[in-house]
């Protein structure tokens, strides 16, 4: 099959690596892999010129003899440089001279190297008004069949992927009207008489249907979040109010994750306008009670396509016209615009894209006539596949609406997630007491941190402390962990004590690692002593680990009889049965951050291999999903281990992937290995042994990240979570106080499931009881006794050409 690939629309971040991963699946596949360049418009436009026949500038050396057969596909593809980006000689295609004239592109294995990194992108995007036409749609197909195109992967937004389906539909008409006109032969029209087409999401704006991430929001809601956090540290200095316009027409995805993970004090996005008119009262009073707490910043967020009920549109300008002629607040306003777009891609841009790039090339190969054009999404963590003309059906269905007025069912036709953000940021930003629970149903809900400090930690802790203000219970902060409480070193924190949390890394609350076995009688007296209702613990293993502990003790303790639960937060997302530990994106991000860095650093040494070591523990995920992110070309991991066999075969990958490099350009690559792989193996030893047996082919050196992955600032998406999962804590602890309330006090017992652990498994967010979680635990290496990422080693490697550059297959 001949798979071409083009991006279409706005650009977003993302793109490359959707272009860089469809291209190197459809290769593995033994596919040809083909570039659009400039969207539909390079399909309308197609080819003028011949493909350059200068020869490919690699080396000669290699015989064919020394790999076995399955290898060759891509071997040839490296040696003889079927891609036409390298042959050009310059690397940098869109300036490439031989390519005037040339929009679809064959293009090789090589030459999407090093994609990764770049925002936006490289191969070009347009909105193409010829596309609209039947005459540019008929041109477009004769483009592609004169090339022998057969499947077209889309990646843009949903005018794209409309404009992909109505390609798809009318193709057996423009085949019957190319072969009419006498433009196509009649075996081409046999041979194309339909079109397989798959899309991507490309979008900063997230406002597809039927997905939960576009590819670029992540990203874009980095750029967001960086800006807030600059914002705020000047906003205070002033005491001043911002104003600030984030991108989305027609979604308020992005204005409301940045204000739920920036911490703002008020927000309009186009689903949910304020309810009440005229809304400028509402807003007043929102933020005049939060100056009048003493709170000395101010920050309000405006979606693009923001209006009232009526429709009339809300500007940021006129929004600070009102907070500085009614309140009398220094306001600003900055408008983010194509900032946003702009950057290097966070990990999240380049995992997701990569994994669906995958999945859009298995879902062409396995469509036939019959299939429908599929969308590629991602549910929490599943990549999906669904009827495109469902999700744009779906997604224009939820601007209709909007349209009517129908907010209610705007925001139903958002996914659950959109709707519970929007809930937790009026719970974490409002200081409204008409909401306080009765005397009775009041608690006291003790807080600790466990472990190693994780990204996320503080905002859950932000996020509990102002749900329990607003709800009338009194949240009481331990610090230094179990320790702590043994020192009565405990107090309890306000709604403006805890209002800059959601950017600090690190704990707050001091963390430590003792467990409550070092005196179980006198922790029991301590959660007496302080009338505990609740607890919540946020952290790793330590804190799973103290919760089993605690829950044993309630046949010895009554105290212990309370709900209890463990949110996990650590970079090494060891926590059994949970998908996602609140940290480990921004080690990941971390990671990525660092590996770039490297890497340019070994790419300018040209054939320099990086060994870079991460932590984690015995568990390797974020070595091996840091390798996915920043593509590395090999990981070790605690999981597989590392023997010689392993090393012998590595050895021969590089020695032949350095041997396949063009001339001058040999690239730096990336190993990356978490630091328990082994105890023999270690880091300077796999370093020396690759230094040595790369000759005059490579060099090594080696990088360890240690603790900067624990991370500065936490990303927007851990902090995003920890809202919504710490909020989920409390209304169960809630939940499960108010039905142990039923049970007489000096009796009363509480049962297994009140002591439990919040998973996120696949497209749910699962309580796991603590007895249960146990039987799901590796004790001794301190991880799951599965983990879902296991898979991920072998496509790094996949997507590498290990398997068969090494001569294993
Ligand atoms: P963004 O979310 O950034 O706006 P988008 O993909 O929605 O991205 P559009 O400008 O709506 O951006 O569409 C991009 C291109 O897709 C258009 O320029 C046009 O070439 C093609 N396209 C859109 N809708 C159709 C359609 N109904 N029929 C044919 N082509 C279309």
Known sequence: ????????????????????????????????????????????????????????????????????????????????????????????????????????????????????????????????????????????????????????????????????????????????????????????????????????????????????????????????????????????????????????????????????????????????????????????????????????????????????????????????????????????????????????????????????????????????????????????????????????????????????????????????????????????????????????????????????????????TRAAVRYCLGQGHTPLAIHSGFRGLLDDDLGELSWLGVDSWMARGGSELGTNRTLPSVDLGAVAAKFQQHSFDALMMIGGFEAFSALQILEEGRKYYPAFHIPMVHLPATISNNVPMTEYSLGSDTSLNALVEACDAIKQSASASRNRVFVVETQGGKCGYIATMGALAVGACLVYTPEDGINLDMLKRDVRFLKARYKLDAKGKAEGRLVIRNEAASSVYTTDVITKVFKEEGGSLFDSRSASLGHTLQGGIPSPMDRARAVRLSLKCMSFVERHHELLQQQPQKTRVAGPETAAVITIQSSSIIWVPVQEMVQHADMVNRRGKTAWWAGIKELVEALVARPQLAGLQ
């Open 1 to 460: 099959m001949k798979i071409a690939i083009l991006t279409s629309g706005g650009d977003s971040a993302g793109m490359n690596a959707v272009v860089r991963s469809v291209v190197k699946a459809a290769i593995l596949k033994g596919c040809e892999a083909w570039i659009v360049r400039e969207g539909y418009e390079g399909l309308v436009r197609g080819n003028t010129e011949a493909a350059p026949t200068t020869s490919y500038v690699g080396p000669s050396a290699l015989s064919h003899s020394e790999f076995p057969l399955a290898a060759m596909n891509i071997i040839n593809n490296l040696r003889f440089g079927d891609g036409e980006l390298l042959k050009d000689g310059t690397g940098d295609y869109t300036s490439g001279r031989t390519l005037k004239g040339r929009y679809i592109v064959r293009v090789g294995w090589d030459d999407v190297r090093g994609w990764f990194t770049e925002g936006g992108t490289l191969i070009g995007t347009a909105r193409s008004k010829e596309f609209r036409t039947p005459e540019g749609r008929l041109a477009a197909a004769h483009n592609m069949i004169k090339e022998g195109i057969d499947a077209l992967v889309v990646c843009g937004g949903d005018g794209s992927l409309t404009g992909a389906d109505v390609f798809r539909a009318e193709w057996p008409q423009l085949v019957t009207d190319l072969r009419a006109q006498g433009k196509i032969t009649e075996l081409q029209a046999t041979t194309h008489s339909h079109l397989k087409i798959v899309g991507l999401v490309g979008s900063i704006d997230n406002d597809m249907s039927m997905t939960d991430l576009t590819i670029g929001a992540p990203t874009a809601l980095h750029r967001i979040c960086e800006a807030i956090d600059n914002i705020n540290s000047t906003a205070f200095s002033h005491s001043r109010a911002f104003v600030l316009e984030v991108m989305g027409r027609h979604c308020g995805w992005l204005a409301l994750l940045a204000g739920e993970a920036g911490g703002a004090d008020f927000l309009f996005i186009p689903e949910q306008p304020p309810k009440s008119q005229p809304w400028e009262d509402e807003m007043c009073a929102a933020i005049q009670k939060h100056r009048e707490v003493g709170k000395r910043k101010t920050l309000v967020i405006v979606a693009e396509g923001a209006h009232d009920i009526d429709l009339n549109p809300i500007k940021a300008e006129y929004v600070k016209d009102i907070l500085t002629d009614r309140l009398g607040l220094d306001t600003r306003v900055t408008t983010l615009g194509h900032t946003q777009r702009g950057g290097r891609p966070c990990a999240m841009d380049r995992i997701l894209p990569t994994l669906q790039g995958i999945k859009a090339v298995e879902a062409l190969l396995d469509a036939n006539s019959e299939t429908p054009s599929y969308m590629i999404g991602v549910q929490e963590n599943k990549i999906t596949m669904v009827p495109l003309m469902e999700a744009v059906a779906m997604t224009q269905a939820v601007t209709t609406a909007i349209g009517e007025k129908d907010f209610e069912k705007a925001m139903r036709l958002r996914d659950p997630e959109f709707r519970e953000s929007l809930d937790a940021f009026i719970a974490t930003s409002s200081l409204s007491s008409s909401k306080k629970l009765p005397a009775s149903k009041r608690m006291r809900i003790a807080i600790m941190h466990m472990g190693a400090p994780a990204g996320g930690m503080n905002a859950a």
